[in-house]
T-cell receptor, first 110, second 114 residues
């Protein structure tokens, strides 16, 4: 079974701080990496995708990928209470089946 | 909003019954994937349909089956329901021509089996 591991949290950060979410994966053949945000009782929402080593920035979000270390992370700058949610890391080597971690719960406190 | 719709929103069934869940993909998308999300877990891949053919399947028994129609909408059928089938069922659509694997989820169907 190909694994995607995330710390379940909760990760608590004060408003305005940087939240750092981490994910490791076991399948070296993985090609595509995604971060989804899921609010309680809602469905996952795609917030970032990354395909090559390095950083990718989109607004307050930065995804970082290191294929040699099999590690992908998400940084959220200037965290807001509205960022409080579960963040799911998803990985695929096939282009069809997304393999998800269990998610990290983020709590941003005012 | 992704433009992916699912029905019904909630459903309560009894063990042993059969259920059909429906999904309409986002405009311009020809691929639909289905996932099961149990409470406190990440979504688990059930199968994917591309141009009306099953394109891949996860580790789910044959009582989970699906269809995709010419308009790219899809159905998930589950026979002989078990208590462990209680979960959020998510449909995701994607474009075969788009970035590899990028999938957009609908709001989900919450299935409770009693």
């Amino acid at each position: 079974q190909k694994e995607v591991e995330q710390n379940s949290g909760p990760l608590s950060v004060p408003e305005g701080a940087i939240a750092s979410l981490n994910c490791t994966y076991s399948d070296r053949g993985s090609q595509s990496f995604f971060w989804y945000r899921q609010y309680s009782g809602k469905s996952p929402e795609l917030i970032m995708s990354i395909y090559s080593n390095g950083d990718k920035e989109d607004g307050r979000f930065t995804a970082q990928l290191n294929k040699a270390s099999q590690y992908v992370s998400l940084l959220i700058r200037d965290s807001q209470p509205s960022d409080s949610a579960t963040y799911l890391c998803a990985v695929t080597n096939s282009g069809y089946a997304l393999n998800f971690g269990k998610g990290t719960s983020l709590l941003v406190t005012p | 909003e992704t433009g992916v719709t699912q029905s019904p929103t909630h459903l309560i069934k009894t063990r042993g019954q059969q259920v059909t869940l429906r999904c309409s993909s986002q405009s311009g998308h020809n691929t639909v994937s289905w996932y099961q999300q149990a409470l406190g877990q990440g979504p688990q891949f059930i199968f994917q349909y591309y141009r009306e053919e099953e394109n891949g399947r996860g580790n789910f028994p044959p009582r989970f089956s699906g269809l995709q129609f010419p308009n790219y909408s899809s159905e998930l059928n589950v026979n002989a329901l078990e208590l462990d089938d209680s979960a959020l069922y998510l449909c995701a659509s994607s474009s075969g021509a788009g970035p590899l694997g990028e999938q957009y989820f609908g709001p989900g169907t919450r299935l409770t089996v009693t």
